[in-house]
Structure formats: structure tokens, C-alpha cells
């Protein structure tokens, strides 16, 4: 795959699996967390160009992962919320992202929404494998 670099950031497993396959599907690359700790750890081993955000999880919550993730390396990464949490949009508000989607979603919904928001420079960068 030579397609842009995203982290998908769901406690729920099944989650992970359809939104990976369809991001897949669509030549990107694809990691995972279950949690906002791992993401960290995941942008830590290599900087997405892009983060699915779910925010409701244990351990660390989508609106801690936003905060830490910013202190630490500034607002360079845009994350999209992806969530059941009541109203979407201002849950997108609270931490700065740049586009949200009310679970459950569909399928194509969600990939026009990444190719809409995802920044070009993966065009221009190394195209390294995910961790």
C-alpha cells in the first residue's frame, strides 16, 4: 500500500476491523489502538497523517488522547472524531478536529470524508510501513 497513513483510534475491535478493511480497500495504510495511551504510543513509533478518533474508551478517552497529543507534538496531525457519543459535531469542537461521524456510519460516508480532510503531504513523504 502507498496511500496515507492512518490511525484508527476504537475500543471496540469490530470497529477497528470494518473501518481498517475499507481505509484498507482504499490504499491506505492502517494501524490501530484501543485506546488513547496506545495511540500515543502508535504516533510515537510514526506520525499519522490522519486520526479516527472514538471517544468514549477506557484507559485513556478520546478528549485526554486530544489534549496529550496536541502538548506534545502541536496540532499538526488532524484527527476526525468517530463516534456514538450524543451530538458529534460538538464533541469535533471540543478537541479541534478537523471532521466528525455520528456512529453508526456508512462505509463510503467515511472514506469520503478522509479523502476530503487527509493532507497531501503523504504525497511527498516516505512511505514507510505501519508499526
Same mark, same amino acid.
Given at each position: 500500500m502507498t496511500g496515507a497513513h492512518i490511525l484508527v483510534v476504537d475500543d471496540d475491535p469490530d470497529m477497528q476491523d470494518v473501518m481498517a478493511l475499507a481505509l484498507e480497500s482504499g490504499s491506505y !495504510?492502517?494501524? +490501530?489502538?484501543?485506546?488513547? !495511551? $496506545?495511540? =500515543? $504510543? +502508535?504516533?510515537? $513509533? +510514526?506520525? /499519522? *497523517? =490522519?486520526? =479516527?478518533? *472514538? &471517544? +468514549? &474508551? /477506557?484507559v485513556m478517552d478520546g478528549w485526554a488522547f486530544a489534549a496529550e497529543l496536541r502538548r506534545r507534538y502541536g496540532d499538526r496531525t488532524p484527527i476526525v472524531v468517530c463516534t456514538a457519543a450524543e451530538d458529534v459535531q460538538r464533541r469535533a469542537r471540543e478537541i479541534d478536529a478537523v471532521g466528525c461521524l455520528s456512529k453508526p456510519f456508512e462505509l463510503d460516508e467515511l472514506l469520503r470524508l478522509v479523502e476530503s480532510v487527509l493532507p497531501r503531504r503523504w504525497e511527498r513523504?516516505? !512511505?514507510? !510501513?505501519c508499526p
Open positions: !495504510q492502517v494501524c +490501530r489502538a484501543s485506546n488513547g !495511551q $496506545e495511540a =500515543l $504510543e +502508535r504516533v510515537a $513509533e +510514526r506520525a /499519522p *497523517d =490522519l486520526i =479516527l478518533l *472514538d &471517544m +468514549r &474508551m /477506557p513523504a516516505g !512511505q514507510g !510501513q
